[in-house]
């Protein structure tokens, strides 16, 4: 089955960086589009990024220019690079292959002003 395991959030100052982790299984990863959402309580999951199996990605305005999603097909895992984070990146952060419905545990991100 589908699983997908998040990691990498973490506590970071604004204007720092982390960089998340995704490792896919249950699928065959390098055919499927990949895509990074984000969650804050009382609020709908948003859309981040997303990379095709092609490698074409595309970004939210509000994290454009300051995250980079990117894959590794042989270890079945996406990244998301975060840089110049700001306090309202603070959210709960899940991958998803956007084939499937299913979601990962997610990994909690903090940004202090």
């Known amino acids: 089955q589908v699983q997908l395991v998040e990691s990498g959030g973490g506590l970071v100052q604004a204007g720092g960086s982390l960089r998340l982790s995704c490792a896919a299984s249950g699928f065959i990863f390098n055919m499927r589009t990949m895509a990074w959402y984000r969650q804050v309580p009382a609020k709908e999951r948003e859309w981040v990024a997303t990379i095709t199996s092609g490698e074409t990605t595309n970004y939210s305005d509000s994290v454009k220019g300051r995250f980079t999603i990117s894959r590794n097909n042989a270890k079945s895992t996406v990244y998301l690079q975060m840089n110049s984070l700001k306090p309202e990146d603070t959210a709960v952060y899940y991958c998803?292959?956007?084939?499937?419905?299913?979601w990962g545990q997610g990994t909690q991100v903090t940004v202090s002003s």
């Open positions: 998803r292959a956007l084939a499937y419905v299913h």
